[in-house]
């Protein structure tokens, strides 16, 4: 066993009391992933930010009214992988965030980043979403097609890494992606419960359950067995 800790998006602008897209709790985890960051049983640990354009299609002012309402309105994403264009998947709008180099972008300072070996950006592209850190709305990993700086499964395998375990927000997206695409790539995938929060309190929680533990994924806690039996893998 050897395992990688992917700490997802815990950035200004996703948290309280002043991001654009704040998920209630958020900053609170810091000191939760902290402790994680520091055991010496994680021989990778992962930071990913979100980090748009500001013509990103996902952000609702980028859309004409009265169509453009932020969490209730969607546009159509075409596949900007070549030869795929013909694919669409609805793409929820959201307010504008997490906007290249502004401080929305920023990692929050209670993360200790100083303990991070790898920093990914995703969401760089335009004309698609990309909720996780490895692979974009359609499954796209290409970072010539995605414009994200690394191929996250490529860098993760090539270090030898069999064991996955994501934390941070939001639960209920882009960790839940995280860890679904982790399972997908062939990783035994963990979700950190306490080092997480999700947009949709209680029933987002739940539904996001359902769905990570129907692919495989585990849900352990930080002061869990799972962790715990990393310490003698140092």
Not at 1 to 26: R, S, T
Not at 28 to 48: E, H, K, M, W
Request: hydrophobic share 40%; charged share 20%; glycine share 6%.
């Amino acid at each position: 066993m050897k395992a990688a800790l992917i700490v997802v998006d815990m950035q200004e602008d996703f948290c309280p009391p002043n991001g654009a897209l704040a998920v209630q709790g958020a900053r609170d985890l810091a000191p939760t992933i902290n402790s994680l960051l520091a055991n010496p049983g994680f021989a990778v640990r992962v930071a990913s930010q979100d980090y748009h354009p500001p013509d990103h299609i996902s952000f609702a002012t980028n859309h004409p009214a009265p169509n453009n309402r932020p969490f209730e309105c969607s546009i159509t994403m075409a596949n900007p992988a070549p030869g795929r264009e013909a694919e669409t998947k609805q793409q929820t709008l959201w307010p504008a965030h997490c906007i290249q180099q502004t401080p929305g972008a920023d990692i929050i300072p209670e993360i200790d980043v100083a303990k991070i070996d790898l920093f990914v950006t995703k969401g760089t592209h335009p004309h698609v979403e990309m909720y996780s850190a490895f692979a974009d709305a359609f499954g796209n990993q290409d970072p010539a097609v995605v414009s994200v700086n690394e191929h996250l499964q490529s860098s993760l395998t090539d270090r030898g890494v069999t064991d996955v375990f994501v934390v941070g927000v939001a639960g209920d997206y882009c960790v839940k992606h995280t860890a679904l695409d982790a399972a997908k790539a062939g990783f035994r995938s963990h979700v950190v419960q306490d080092a997480t929060e999700c947009v949709v309190p209680g029933s987002g929680w739940e539904e996001t359950i359902r769905e990570l533990a129907s692919a495989g994924v585990l849900i352990v806690r930080s002061d869990g067995p799972e962790i715990a039996s990393l310490s003698g893998l140092a």
